[in-house]
């Protein structure tokens, strides 16, 4: 079963949005995953429009999929779009290659799962996954 | 945009697993969509197996495809198997007939969203969903 | 290149929502597709559930793919779910196998198209699409 | 439920086919949708090719999902077309990311719903789907 607790998620959605009101970014949408690739958590802020969950979530699923943050995927998809096109189809239509998905590991470097996070810029997408990782006492890995 | 505000989903949520404690329920997942059939809000709690998001989500979709409580939608299936089989395919798999998927209106009778939940008996489900809309104050309808 | 007008779409779904009103019927949708299976002209009434455009089609598209009104389809269903279940799959999920697609064709017998329509009960979403295709001088086959 | 009444979509949907006439453009495909991106009305013009509801259609559920007009889209699409690829996989292959997909909105700037237009040029579409917007009383944004 998960090493992720609905708790930890919840703090990681919560501190998401605080980052998200202090730094003024537009309605977020924040997806936890737990290292499984299934969803534990998500909310989505109001006037947001209506595909946010499909893209938060595909951004931490993109991460847990090939192992490494969105913004190394971004790279890769840029560099190789064609790798990209076929994996977006062996997922299903599940991957979202830009930044704002980023692994989280424990103490030791224990892959915990992956956050989404979607509604403004990749980059200041990414700064809210990587502040509410850090918030639940996780290491950010590829934000 | 949306008529349902985040922060009610929240308490719907909350509320439900409330309902769950109290009552001693198996671990649940819930999930709240809006009117148009979108994710605003979803937790699992610790120890759920691993379907349950998409389990609590087809139970909600499912009552707002078909316009009325999945504990309706469980009888339509008994009697018209092929209709449902039909159904869960035109729906590209997001149909779960049964109990436990409640839609929720306001006190005119707008509909507002709807709330699946999944974890432990149909029944039981389907009352941590009721609890959870009352609490918010909303009527709900096919529960 | 289609041999139904968009003017003949618009006079059956007129006559479907009159023949509606007139019976007192639930809020009705109704889909016109042409030989090929292309969809014409749709209209959804107000506070229909939302998954009725894909009912509404898949009655229509059914009739066409299988050369038969929905109800014996439905008749076919029943005596062979195993049949209409992978035929469902083959179709991509656009069959919908019951009462309510019924095909149309010109005077000399030639298959113009196929009306679907959703909304109230089987029976009688089938005779709102065979008086939207007598209306339209058009011979209701199916239905 | 949807706050786009059918009779607000049939006169955008009137008013683009007369901007059509008026600046004799070929024959259009009109789709419109609520905010929930569910199908509220279409029509297609006689001698359409086969595709025009699904391009139609993709306009207006890329606006939506989005939440911006599809000529930004179209922009996007173009700075990061993996962006974009991974993105029409994730809708299942709804979105059409070229001008003539439109946000509607009330005067208090509320999402009502989007318009999709496709059979002439890009930039046509578009100008047919906001002349059908205004003349619904409504604002458009994004085209």
């Known amino acids: ?13 919560e501190t998401a949005f605080a980052k998200g009101a202090e730094t003024g970014l ?3 949408a924040v997806a936890v995953l737990d ?5 534990v958590a998500f909310q989505r802020q109001d006037l947001s429009s209506l595909m946010r969950f499909q893209i938060a979530f595909g951004k931490a699923y993109g991460a847990l ?4 943050g969105t913004r190394a995927v971004d790279t890769m998809a840029r560099e190789r779009p064609h790798f990209m096109a076929a ?3 062996v ?4 991957l979202v290659p830009v930044p704002g998905g980023v692994l989280m ?9 992956a956050v989404g996070v979607s509604g403004d ?3 200041n997408d990414e700064a809210a996954a990587v502040a509410g990782i850090e918030a639940a006492g996780l290491v950010a890995d590829g934000g």
């Open 121 to 123: 810029t990749s980059d």
């Open 65 to 68: 999929a090939l192992g490494m």
């Open 91 to 94: 997922a299903g239509g599940r």
């Open 1 to 13: 079963m998960s090493d992720l607790k609905l708790e930890t998620a919840n703090t990681i959605i």
């Open 105 to 113: 590991r424990d103490g030791s470097g224990r892959l915990i799962g």
């Open 87 to 89: 994996l977006s189809d």
């Open 35 to 39: 290292a499984g690739g299934h969803l």
């Open 26 to 28: 537009k309605p977020l």
